[in-house]
């Protein structure tokens, strides 16, 4: 026999877990679902990052879809921000969970515990500097933004020579950076592409004005650019 008003936990707020939470919703309306996002957003979508630098989406706010106030309100979804959780007890059904911004810890009790925390990029050691940056979430989003602005940046050198490294890239030369340069441990962008059709785009880029660096991993960081094993 079903329980009644279970209660299920997600761990994690980007698409996937917002997503499922506002489904869950629409197949149950009587359970509680809470979220927990170790970061200031939820309901994001990650490929839609690089867009505004481009210019595509006006301002750092409309990169989130849905704010923990109207999950609330919309879903009767309780979405909790800035909040970590930092141990699974499968035994007793609960977690500890961190608020990151008072440091009270206390547990939640599940029903049914769901993860989807994302990925974390894959960082070459000894990247080092206040203008060295992943981009993951809003909150990334947020710091580039302010470091560009406050320190009239000029250059931008993207690491990944994959999709996601190409739209980036893209993202700045269009949105009017001066100097894009892309990094790549590959010989070519973009792997599942032929090299031939490899060739087409490595010209398209530069004739759009990225430089490509490939072929060389990205060892590090030096005060005046980055260093490369090769």
Known sequence: MRKENLK????GGSAGGSTLATTLRRLDESSEIIIIERGPDVSFANCSLPYYFEGLVETIEDLSITTPEQ?????????????????INRAEKNVEVKNL?????YEIFY??????PGGNPKEPKNLMGDNVFSLR??????????????NNVKSVGVIGNGFIGVEVAEAFKLGGMEKVTLFGSRNQVLTPFDEDMAQIIHKEMMDKGVDLILGSR???????GVALES
């Open 111 to 116: 029903d049914y515990l769901i993860l989807s």
């Open 71 to 87: 999950f609330k309100s919309k879903y009767n979804i309780d979405a909790r921000v800035n909040e970590e959780v930092l141990k």
């Open 8 to 11: 299920i936990v997600i761990v």
């Open 101 to 105: 911004e008072t440091n009270v810890i």
């Open 218 to 224: 990205v060892s590090g960081t030096t005060l005046k």
């Open 137 to 150: 979430n809003v909150q990334d989003v947020r710091d580039i933004d302010k470091y560009i602005k406050e």
